[in-house]
C-alpha cells in the first residue's frame, strides 16, 4: 500500500524530493521510502522543511513535505501565499483552511492550477 | 573595511552564471548596482528561512547560489546553517557580514560580537570556513582574487567578513515579488546557462523508477 502510493507519487505526478520531520501517523511511509525514485531529507523542523520544498520548487522539481497535522498550524506558509508557490502536504486526517483531500490527483491538479499550498490525506 | 567595500567585491566575484540572494534592505541596496547578469532575488530582513529555501535551491541545480546576510539574520536563523551543513551542498556559498552590532542601531554590540570563535562555529556545522581580510589587505585585484578562489573552492562554504559601518548613500531597491522568483526558476531551469563546474550532491534528474 505504502510503496504504490510512493511509485504513484513519484512515477505518475514526478514528485522527487521530499522533506519533513517523521511522525507516528505515517510511520509506514518512512519504512518504505526508496532512495532509487526519490530523495529525502529529514529537517530540523517545520518551517525549514517548508522553505526546503519551496527551493526546490524555484529550481524546478515537484516537492512535497511530509508533516504532523497537528503542527501544520505553527507553520508559516507566509512566504508561499505571497509569492504564489505551490507546496504539496502529506499528512494524517485534518480539517484546515487549506485545500484537503484524500484523493492524490485531485490535490495536485488543485496545486498547479492554484499555485497555492496544499493538503494530501493519508490514510 | 567598510561593508559597502565588501560587498562590491564579493558581489563582482560572481559570474553570470550564477544565483545570488541578498537578505536585508543595506546589502541589497549596497549590492545592487555592481550585479552581473546572474540572476538575483532580493528579500526583506524580516523574512526568515531563506536559507533553507537557498538550500533547496542549491539541491535542485548545478548552478551555485550565494546567499549574502548579516550576521543578525544568522542569529535569528541558526538552526538553518545547522541543516546546510549537513547537507553539504557544494553549490552552496554563504557570504556573511558581521558588524557585531544590531543594523541601524550604532553601539549595541549583539551576541555574535562575544562568540569566542566564530569561524570554529561554523567549521563544527559542516561549513568551510574563508576569511579574506589579510588577502584583501595585500592584493592588488581582490575581486579577481575572490574569483579566482571560488573558482577551485567546493561548498558549503562561509566567507566571513568582519565590516564596519559605513555612510555611503546607495539607491533604493525593490524587493523581489513572484515575477523575480519566476525569472530566477527560469534562469535555474535554462539549460544554455552552464553552471560553473560543479555538481550538486543529489541529481534529482537521473533518479530512475525502480522496477
Not at chain 1, 521510502?33 to 524555484?58: C, F, L, Q, R, S
Not at chain 2, 545547522?82 to 551576541?111: C, H, W
Request: with cysteine.
Amino acid at each position: 500500500m505504502a510503496k504504490d502510493f510512493w511509485r504513484r507519487i513519484c512515477e505518475d505526478f514526478d514528485y522527487r524530493f521530499f522533506c519533513g520531520i517523521p511522525f507516528p501517523d505515517i510511520a509506514n511511509l518512512y519504512k518504505t521510502m526508496n532512495a532509487d525514485m526519490m530523495h529525502y531529507i529529514p529537517a530540523a523542523h517545520e518551517n525549514i522543511a517548508v522553505k526546503m520544498a519551496t527551493g526546490t520548487w524555484i529550481s524546478g522539481f515537484k516537492s512535497a513535505v511530509l508533516l504532523d497535522q497537528r503542527k501544520l498550524e505553527s507553520v508559516d506558509l507566509s512566504f508561499n501565499f505571497k509569492y504564489k508557490v505551490p507546496l504539496l502536504f502529506i499528512t494524517g486526517p485534518i480539517k484546515s483552511d487549506l485545500f484537503t483531500s484524500e484523493d492524490l490527483e485531485e490535490v495536485d491538479s488543485h496545486i498547479t492550477k492554484h499555485n497555492k499550498p496544499a493538503i494530501f490525506v493519508y490514510k | 573595511m567598510k561593508r559597502f567595500t565588501g560587498v562590491r567585491i564579493l558581489t563582482q566575484g560572481m559570474l553570470d552564471c550564477d544565483v545570488g540572494i541578498f537578505i536585508g534592505e543595506g546589502i541589497c541596496r549596497e549590492a545592487a548596482p555592481y550585479l552581473g547578469e546572474g540572476s538575483y532575488l532580493f528579500f526583506p530582513d524580516s523574512e526568515n528561512y531563506i536559507l533553507s529555501m537557498a538550500l533547496g535551491m542549491a539541491i535542485g541545480t548545478d548552478k551555485r547560489v550565494f546567499l549574502f546576510c548579516e550576521d543578525n539574520y544568522m542569529l535569528r536563523n541558526i538552526s538553518e546553517l545547522m541543516q546546510v551543513g549537513i547537507a553539504k551542498p557544494r553549490n552552496f556559498f554563504l557570504i556573511l557580514f558581521t558588524s557585531g552590532e544590531y543594523p541601524g542601531v550604532p553601539d549595541t554590540p549583539n551576541i555574535f560580537s562575544s562568540a569566542n570563535s566564530r569561524h570554529g562555529m561554523l567549521y563544527e556545522l559542516g561549513f568551510i570556513v574563508h576569511d579574506y581580510k589579510n588577502q584583501f589587505k595585500f592584493s592588488k585585484n581582490p575581486i579577481t582574487f575572490v574569483r579566482q578562489t571560488w573558482d577551485r573552492v567546493r561548498g558549503p562554504l562561509a566567507v566571513v567578513m568582519v565590516t564596519t559601518r559605513g555612510t555611503k548613500e546607495f539607491p533604493s531597491v525593490k524587493f523581489s515579488g513572484r515575477r523575480e522568483i519566476l525569472k530566477t526558476r527560469k534562469f535555474i531551469l535554462d539549460e544554455s546557462i552552464i553552471g560553473h563546474n560543479y555538481v550538486p550532491p543529489i541529481n534529482l534528474e537521473e533518479l530512475v523508477i525502480g522496477e
